[in-house]
């Protein structure tokens, strides 16, 4: 039971996950940009050539990696919609509550368990049979 209830937790992890692969690439595309707009500059009193760049290998980098975002998005949003809909085939509805605020909204425990006004205890006996109660589809 407790194999399949770690392949349960994995599975409702993996919207939070998806999210932090978009963040990661929006993150290196703007560092990409930064870096085009202003190259660092050497300040060691030396000539140094000013050098632009290639245009086209830049938005080639760009094009590339706007593509991942654009197919990392779709697998986020996609995601997002398993998971969902497994929570929402939970029958209970502080388990639903639960699950939507650990997985979905990404709450730490703690904020879990104020969000919903349960204490530590309660709030992880509710996720317990939350996850026995979860099918994944």
Not at 111 to 119: D, K, M, N, T
Request: with cysteine; charged share 35%.
């Amino acid at each position: 039971m407790n194999e399949e209830n770690e392949k349960k937790k994995e599975f409702l992890k993996s919207y939070q996950k998806a999210k932090r692969d978009v963040a990661r690439l929006e993150r290196q595309l703007e560092e990409l940009r930064l870096n085009k707009i202003s190259p660092s500059v050497i300040n060691d009193g030396m000539p140094h050539r000013t050098d632009i760049g290639d245009l086209s290998n830049y938005a080639a980098q760009v094009d590339k990696i706007e593509r991942e975002i654009i197919a990392a998005r779709y697998e986020r949003i996609s995601t997002y919609q398993r998971v969902q809909r497994c929570i929402e085939a939970v029958e209970d509805e502080r388990e639903k509550d639960l699950l939507t605020h650990r997985y979905l909204k990404g709450e730490n425990w703690e904020r879990v368990a104020v969000s919903l006004g349960y204490s530590w205890k309660q709030t992880h006996r509710i996720h317990s049979r939350a996850l026995e109660n979860l099918k994944m589809t």
